[in-house]
C-alpha cells in the first residue's frame, strides 16, 4: 500500500507540475535502494530493474521496426484505417448493457467458483443473475474447471438480456435503442472441441458436461441475435483482450508475424480510428462445418486518448452491416475517459454493468470467511473448510 501511494503522489506531482521527470527517477532511485518501494531482497530488484531496462528496450525496437514493415503489407493486401465520427446525442440513447465476472472460491474439499451476470438498461430496470459452480476435483484439472466456471458465466450474459427482451415485449418496458454485450458474438474454435489440454484432466461425465455448456453458449449467443433481429434492435460486443490473430489470418500474414491482431492495431490506430471489417466467423473458418451460423464481422477502434490503453475489437451480426458506421460512432462518441484501466475507453452502458456484475477475490474471501464462521456454530470441524494454501482471511 505505501509502495502505491508514493508512486501514485509522485506521478501526480509530475502531471500538475510540481516535479519534473528528472526529480522523479531521483526520488524513486532513492526509494528503491532504501527498499521502500519494493518487497524483493534489494539486490534482487534492482537486478531485475537492471536487466529489464536493458532487455525490453531492445524488444521494443526490433518490434518497431517489424511493425513498420507489417503496416505496409496491411495496407498493399486490403486494410483500411478509416475516421470515426463523434456525435453527442449518443449519450441521451437508452442502451441496454450486460456482463458476466467470476471468481475461484479458494477451498480445498472441492473445485468452486461463483459466477454473475448482469443485463441493465440505462436509467431502468436490471436483470441479476449468480451460479455457483462447483466440481470434485478428480473430475477436472484446474485449467478445465477455470474454462468450465468461464462458459457458465459467460452463458448468463444472453441469458440476462434475453429476460430483459421479454419483458420489453409484454410491454412492461420500453425497449432499448441498442444492446451492446462484453465478449465475442463469435463462436470460437474452442467451443465447437475441448482443447486437448483440458480433455486429458477431465474424466468422462465431466467432459460431457463441459462439451454440453459450451454448445448451450452457442445456442444461446444465437438465439439473441435472432431476437434482436426481429425487435431491430442493434446488437454488437465488445472485446477487450484479444488474444487472437484473426485478421493477420485474413490478411494471409498469421505466418509471418508472432505479434496478436490487438497489439498490432495499438501500433497502427490513432484515438478516433478504426479499421475496416472482416468476416470473423470466415476467419475462425467454422462456418463450412456449420452453416447456419450466424455470420459475424469485426473491427478494431482506438477508444481511448491514453497511448497505453489498447483498441477494443468490435463484433456485430452480419444483418448490421450496412450500420457499422454507426455502431462505430456510438461506441467512439459513449466511451468513458478515466485513470481506471478496467473502464478506460469502454463504452458507458458496459461499464455500468461490469461495475454491477464484477465479483472480487476479496468479496469472495469475506464470503467464504462468513461461512465458516457459520458452519463452525453448527459444530462442525474446521478443518473440512480448509482454503488452498496460501489464502489468508486476515
Request: hydrophobic residues 40%; glycine residues 6%.
Amino acid at each position: 500500500m505505501f509502495q502505491h501511494r508514493i508512486t501514485s503522489l509522485l506521478e501526480l506531482g509530475i502531471s500538475k507540475g510540481l516535479i519534473t521527470y528528472d526529480e522523479y527517477r531521483f526520488l524513486i532511485n532513492l526509494l528503491e535502494r532504501e527498499r521502500r518501494v519494493a518487497t524483493a531482497h534489494p539486490e534482487l530488484y534492482l537486478g531485475l530493474l537492471e536487466d529489464s531496462m536493458n532487455l525490453i528496450p531492445k524488444l521494443a525496437r526490433e518490434a518497431g521496426r517489424e511493425l513498420t514493415i507489417l503496416n505496409e503489407e496491411l495496407k498493399k493486401r486490403g486494410l483500411q484505417v478509416k475516421k470515426v465520427e463523434r456525435d453527442e446525442s449518443f449519450w441521451s440513447f437508452r442502451a441496454l448493457g450486460s456482463d458476466a465476472s467470476s471468481c475461484p472460491v479458494p477451498m480445498e474439499m472441492l473445485r468452486a467458483a461463483v459466477v454473475s451476470g448482469v443485463a441493465e438498461i440505462e436509467g431502468s430496470k436490471s436483470i441479476v443473475l449468480r451460479d455457483f459452480v462447483t466440481a470434485k476435483s478428480g473430475e477436472m484439472g484446474e485449467g478445465a474447471f477455470k474454462f468450465y466456471y468461464k462458459l457458465r458465466a459467460e452463458a448468463l450474459i444472453p441469458v440476462a438480456c434475453l429476460r430483459l427482451l421479454e419483458e420489453c415485449e409484454k410491454g412492461k418496458l420500453a425497449p432499448p435503442d441498442c444492446i451492446v454485450i462484453d465478449g465475442p458474438l463469435s463462436a470460437s474454435r474452442l467451443l465447437f472441441r475441448v482443447p486437448k489440454r483440458y480433455r486429458g484432466t477431465t474424466d468422462k461425465r465431466a467432459l460431457e458436461e463441459l462439451e454440453e455448456r459450451a454448445r448451450q453458449l452457442i445456442k444461446l449467443r444465437e438465439e439473441l441475435m435472432r431476437r434482436c433481429r426481429e425487435l431491430k434492435i442493434p446488437l454488437f460486443s465488445i472485446v477487450k483482450r484479444c488474444a487472437t490473430r484473426y485478421f493477420m489470418k485474413w490478411f494471409g500474414l498469421r505466418e509471418k508475424t508472432p505479434y496478436m491482431d490487438q497489439y498490432i492495431f495499438h501500433q497502427i490506430l490513432q484515438y478516433g480510428e478504426r479499421t475496416s471489417s472482416i468476416s470473423i466467423t470466415k476467419a475462425i473458418g467454422i462456418r463450412e462445418r456449420v452453416p447456419r451460423l450466424t455470420e459475424v464481422h469485426a473491427f478494431y477502434i482506438k477508444t481511448s486518448k491514453n497511448p497505453l490503453t489498447p483498441p477494443i475489437r468490435v463484433e456485430y451480426p452480419d444483418y448490421l452491416r450496412s450500420r457499422e458506421d454507426w455502431i462505430a460512432s456510438y461506441v467512439l462518441s459513449t466511451s468513458l475517459t478515466t485513470r481506471e484501466a478496467e473502464f478506460d475507453g469502454i463504452p458507458k452502458a458496459l461499464c455500468l454493468a461490469h461495475r454491477d456484475c464484477r465479483i472480487t477475490k476479496r468479496i469472495v474471501k469475506e464470503i467464504y470467511r462468513r461461512v465458516i464462521f457459520n458452519l463452525l456454530n453448527q459444530g462442525l470441524d474446521a478443518k473440512l473448510m480448509s482454503p488452498t494454501w496460501g489464502t489468508s482471511f486476515d
